[in-house]
C-alpha cells in the first residue's frame, strides 16, 4: 500500500548501516536525548546551530522551563542549565574522556548524575516534543542534522520542517 502524497516526504529507510566520525558522534548525542525520553524526561530539549565557519554542529541541551515559547531559543536560566556540544569535540561529550566508549544509554545515565538542574527541570511528559525529537533522530541517522539558525542563511522550508513544537504553556 502506497502512503498518502503528504507522508511522502516524511519516509525514509530503516538505518541499517553504522554511521561513522562526526555523524556517529552527533547522532549518539540526539539518541542520548531520546533515551532520556524513553526515562521520562521528555521535558529535556535541544538548541542545535551551525559554528559560524559552517564546519562543526552545535547543540545545547536543556530544559523547557529554560527555552522561549517558540522551542527556538533559551532564556539563560541559572547554573548547570545548560550543557554545551560541538562536533569539533568528537566523542568527548560534555569534555568527558571516555565518552567514545559509551552507549547512548550510558550516557543519559551520566548526563542525568552530571546535570541534575536540567534533570530536576527535564522530568516530566512532553509527548509531541518526544514524537518531533524521534524524527530528528532519524533523519540523523541518515546524516541530516537539524540546525535552528546559522551564521548563513537557512531556507525557510528547511526551517520549517525542522520547526519544533512549542514549549506547552506553564513550562
Known amino acids: 500500500m502506497a502512503a498518502p502524497d503528504f507522508a511522502r516526504e516524511l519516509i525514509r529507510p530503516v ?16 539518541a542520548m536525548v531520546h533515551e532520556l525520553h524513553k526515562a521520562g524526561y521528555q521535558r529535556i530539549r535541544i538548541l542545535p546551530n551551525m559554528a559560524p565557519n559552517g564546519v562543526h554542529w552545535r547543540c545545547r541541551i536543556s530544559d523547557a522551563d529554560n527555552f522561549t515559547p517558540d522551542g527556538l531559543e533559551l532564556r539563560g536560566a541559572g547554573p548547570g542549565r545548560v550543557a554545551m556540544y560541538s562536533s569539533g569535540d568528537g ?6 574522556e571516555d565518552g567514545g566508549t559509551l552507549t547512548a544509554r550510558l550516557l543519559a545515565r551520566r548526563f542525568l548524575e552530571v546535570f541534575p538542574a ?35 542563511p537557512l531556507a525557510e522550508d528547511e526551517l520549517a520542517l525542522w520547526r519544533p513544537p512549542p514549549v506547552p504553556a506553564g513550562a
Do not use: N, Q
Open 118 to 152: 536540567i534533570a530536576a527541570h527535564g522530568a516530566g511528559r512532553d509527548w509531541a516534543y518526544a514524537g518531533w525529537l524521534t524524527d530528528v533522530l532519524g533523519r540523523a541517522e541518515h546524516g541530516s542534522f537539524v540546525r535552528f539558525y546559522a551564521d548563513y
Open 15 to 30: 538505518s541499517l548501516k553504522p554511521a561513522e566520525g562526526a555523524v556517529r558522534d552527533a547522532g549518539r548525542l540526539i
Open 91 to 96: 566523542s568527548r561529550y560534555f569534555g568527558w
